[in-house]
């Protein structure tokens, strides 16, 4: 199996001491990486024989290990490598491991063949003395490289529900403005997850981008914990470990529903001052999820139906979304209308309107629903799966699909969701 080598010889390694070692373990010709940074090439440089027998070796010497690494996860990427193998010192490996938990995954496999400093040849390795903390600064350093990096297709874009007061801030995120760059994530994924290949750092990164633009601190989101079920959480009480709502009467908190075709559905009482956000996809939907986020607006905070407002972000509609027949029949027995082609084997459901006729069979005025049926309002509502250009989606693009989420919050004295004074991205 082809493989990435990564020679670290920033942290007390060097082409003389690594080169053998390479040639003993390596069954194939591997792709690879000396990580020297702009100063230690500069004082040492990094040429040595016994790398001549290696096709491929990359040079990483940009101004900070942080991007040294960012641009070696690019190459990675780029040639469909997953398996690293990395040659350093005991302090590299405690180093460069608090580097992989920011920029890498789960997805991808680090071996570490460390070699003490008794086994080393070169005097200037031997000599080589850490005093400092593994990893000290290095989230710093993460941060600091990544916001300095340009937005990819365009600006930071949110939609907004003209049915949501003033007294709430809230949006829908689309796809543009972040700087995620593999293509189905591409390019402001604010998920990040074990089976896909954009790392944490990236995406609260994203996230910061996002909540500059929209007027919250990103470190105030909270997104739900998705089980595609129809389990609520009111935050105050004991959280679960998943739950598709959630809702809360607290300022200084911002509440976040996912979705790459699934709903992220926003529910707001100005009234009583409450807001809720729920994960709809077709198992919620049918589990009713939204209902459920309701039924605990009303029970636990003592919400009127008639005060509650509700917008539905973008999601995939019916356009593109078939499911098997007996999942289809399911929905019909919602509404007939939620199956457009019930003859057909796989026929192609709206889980839009099974979700309003849910909420208005719920109490919900109809008139306090913001969907694609609304043509007065300006949309926000789109077929996901319809625009690439504009929206992640599970159906289009794969497994490692990027996520964009409905947020909502309550405004406060102040606006305690408001970013720091002087943040810019």
């Keep these: 199996m082809c493989e990435a080598v990564l020679v670290d010889l920033v942290h007390g390694c060097c082409p003389s001491c690594t080169g053998?070692?390479?040639?003993?373990?390596?069954?194939?010709?591997?792709?690879?990486?000396?990580?020297?940074?702009?100063?230690?090439?500069?004082?040492?440089?990094?040429?040595?024989?016994?790398?001549?027998?290696?096709s491929s070796v990359h040079v990483l010497d940009s101004g900070s290990t942080a991007e040294c690494l960012y641009r070696f996860k690019q190459t990675v990427d780029r040639l469909d490598l997953s398996s690293v193998r990395v040659l350093t010192s005991p302090?590299?490996?405690?180093?460069?491991?608090?580097?992989?938990?920011?920029?890498?995954?789960?997805?991808?496999?680090?071996?570490?063949?460390?070699?003490?400093v008794d086994n080393l040849t070169c005097p200037s390795c031997r000599g080589s003395a850490h005093t400092d903390s593994p990893g000290e600064g290095v989230v710093e350093e993460?941060?600091?490289?990544?916001?300095?990096?340009?937005?990819?297709?365009?600006?930071?874009?949110?939609?907004?529900?003209?049915?949501?007061?003033?007294?709430?801030?809230h949006g829908f995120s689309t796809r543009t403005?972040?700087?995620?760059?593999?293509?189905?994530?591409?390019?402001?994924?604010?998920?990040?997850?074990?089976?896909?290949?954009?790392?944490?750092?990236?995406?609260?990164?994203?996230?910061r981008r996002l909540g500059l633009r929209a007027g919250f601190h990103h470190q105030l989101l909270r997104l739900v914990k998705v089980n595609h079920?129809?389990?609520?959480?009111?935050?105050?009480?004991?959280?679960?470990?998943?739950?598709?709502?959630?809702?809360?009467?607290?300022?200084?908190?911002?509440?976040?529903?996912?979705?790459?075709?699934?709903?992220?559905?926003?529910?707001?009482?100005?009234?009583?001052?409450?807001?809720?956000?729920?994960?709809?996809?077709?198992?919620?939907?049918?589990?009713?999820?939204?209902?459920?986020?309701?039924?605990?607006?009303?029970t636990e905070f003592g919400c009127r139906l008639s005060d509650i407002v509700v917008a539905?972000?973008?999601?995939?509609?019916?356009?593109?979304?078939?499911?098997?027949?007996?999942?289809?029949?399911?929905?019909?027995?919602?509404?007939p209308d939620c199956v457009l082609d019930p003859?057909?084997?796989?026929?192609?459901?709206?889980?839009?309107?099974?979700?309003?006729?849910?909420?208005?069979?719920?109490?919900?005025?109809?008139?306090?629903?913001h969907d694609d049926t609304v043509t007065e309002r300006p949309g926000v509502t789109p077929c996901t799966s319809c625009h690439p250009e504009a929206f992640f989606s599970h159906r289009r693009d794969g497994t490692n699909f990027g996520t964009q989420v409905g947020f909502l919050w309550i405004k406060g004295t102040g606006d305690q969701a408001r970013p720091p004074a002087g943040e810019t991205v």
């Design 312 to 335: 539905v972000g973008p999601s995939v509609g019916s356009c593109c979304f078939t499911l098997d027949k007996d999942h289809a029949m399911e929905f019909s027995r919602i509404h």
């Design 229 to 298: 079920a129809s389990d609520v959480w009111v935050l105050g009480k004991d959280e679960p470990e998943s739950y598709d709502a959630m809702l809360t009467n607290q300022t200084g908190v911002v509440l976040a529903a996912p979705g790459a075709d699934c709903m992220p559905i926003l529910f707001a009482d100005p009234v009583s001052k409450v807001i809720g956000v729920a994960h709809a996809g077709w198992r919620g939907t049918l589990m009713g999820v939204a209902t459920a986020t309701v039924e605990a607006m009303v």
């Design 177 to 207: 403005g972040g700087v995620s760059y593999i293509p189905t994530l591409s390019s402001l994924n604010l998920f990040s997850s074990r089976s896909r290949r954009d790392p944490g750092a990236v995406v609260q990164e994203n996230r």
């Design 343 to 369: 003859e057909s084997v796989t026929p192609h459901v709206n889980i839009r309107l099974a979700n309003r006729v849910l909420l208005q069979k719920g109490g919900v005025l109809p008139e306090h629903i």
């Design 142 to 169: 993460v941060s600091r490289f990544l916001q300095q990096l340009p937005a990819l297709k365009g600006e930071v874009t949110v939609l907004k529900s003209t049915l949501i007061p003033d007294c709430f801030g």
């Design 20 to 54: 053998a070692s390479l040639l003993e373990e390596s069954a194939s010709d591997p792709h690879v990486f000396l990580l020297c940074g702009r100063s230690h090439r500069d004082r040492s440089g990094f040429s040595g024989p016994d790398l001549s027998s290696f």
């Design 91 to 116: 302090h590299g490996r405690d180093v460069l491991r608090v580097y992989q938990g920011q920029l890498f995954t789960a997805v991808y496999t680090f071996d570490y063949k460390v070699k003490s």
